[in-house]
């Protein structure tokens, strides 16, 4: 099972980016899927998870600035970041749970595959 983290990068504050994160390997058609990120120095933080049945779960920090979303036939899930900040730089990983409940769940704990990371920086 691989997941692949694409669509990270430099952007100014204000701007959007928007993250893709391919599964490959297994189908995750009834768990759920999601993003977490880590800032230098700081633990990895929950952002947004999605289950196959469309049901979201998203941090009060950004919930008024991302969208989360999934394409089940493509096994991928995106993250919309619009108006971005200097304090979401941050390394995003996406995380995909396996045979498990399909909640929205937040804890990290909770998802057995992760991508390898893309990094975001958002210059003020």
């Known amino acids: 099972v691989q997941l692949q983290a694409s669509g990270g990068g430099l952007v100014q504050a204000g701007d959007s980016l928007r993250l893709s994160c391919q599964a490959s390997?297994?189908?995750?058609?009834?768990?759920?899927m999601g993003w977490f990120r880590q800032a230098p120095g700081k633990e990895r933080e929950f952002v947004a998870t999605?289950?196959?049945?469309?049901?979201?779960n998203i941090a009060e920090s950004v919930k008024d600035r991302f969208t989360i979303s999934r394409n089940n036939a493509k096994i991928t899930v995106y993250l919309q970041m619009n108006m971005l900040k200097p304090e979401d730089t941050a390394v995003y990983f996406c995380?995909?749970?396996?045979?498990?409940?399909?909640?929205?769940?937040?804890?990290?704990?909770?998802?057995?595959?992760w991508g390898q990371g893309t990094l975001v920086t958002v210059s003020s």
């Open positions: 390997g297994h189908t995750f058609s009834g768990s759920p």
């Open positions: 995380a995909a749970a396996g045979n498990r409940i399909n909640r929205p769940v937040r804890s990290p704990s909770f998802y057995d595959y």
């Open positions: 999605i289950t196959s049945s469309g049901s979201i």
